[in-house]
């Protein structure tokens, strides 16, 4: 099983206001958190897409066995990244099964999660696993490579959502209860500081 984590970690952080791939959170970047836990998904490959004060960000997390990937294009939106992964991947001539996309603001997710989410499309190869929001299915998210053609069509902010929404028929969701909170400003980053 070839299975490619893209993590999403370009944005310019307009509403918090400061770098929040560098938020601190237990001692660690929020940047960090993502990329240890994405080290324990048992994946061929791990990139991680920067945009937005990469040089940085870069000098400020660890990764060994991560593989940094900048997008020039961050400010259209994360359709982007998710782009700039796909053609990295081709450029490499990489072959994958699935890719595993992960958002780099989400520091609640467990490893619980994505095992589950790992076993869902270990049994159903053909289906994109997703998880579920109050307005549907969104990222993380694992899409089976038969999508890669379709995902190199999505533009803006919410290309990944909005292809998700028209494939729902296609879409599985783990059962695992999951905290996805975004941290997208500096009300969700006092209220997840609060929490732990």
Known sequence: MQL?????????SSRMGSIKQLLSINEKTLLQHTLDLSIK??????????????????????GKKIEFVINRNHKL???????????????????????????????????DYYDEMMRLFLKNKKKIIASTYENGPGVPAIFPAVFTKDLLQITGDKGAKEFLQKNKNKTLSP??????????????????????
């Open 41 to 62: 998904i048992k994946s061929t490959k791990t990139l991680c897409i920067l945009g937005a004060h990469a040089e940085e960000i870069m000098q400020k997390v660890e």
């Open 77 to 111: 939106g994360l359709s982007s990244s998710i782009i700039r992964g796909i053609e990295h991947l081709q450029e490499k001539k990489t072959s994958f099964d699935g890719l595993f996309i992960l958002l780099a603001d989400q520091p609640a997710i467990k490893i």
């Open 4 to 12: 490619v984590v893209l993590i999403l970690a370009a944005g310019s």
């Open 175 to 196: 059962q695992t209860p999951v905290n996805l909170l975004d941290i997208d400003t500096p009300k969700d980053y006092k209220h997840f500081i609060g929490t732990l």
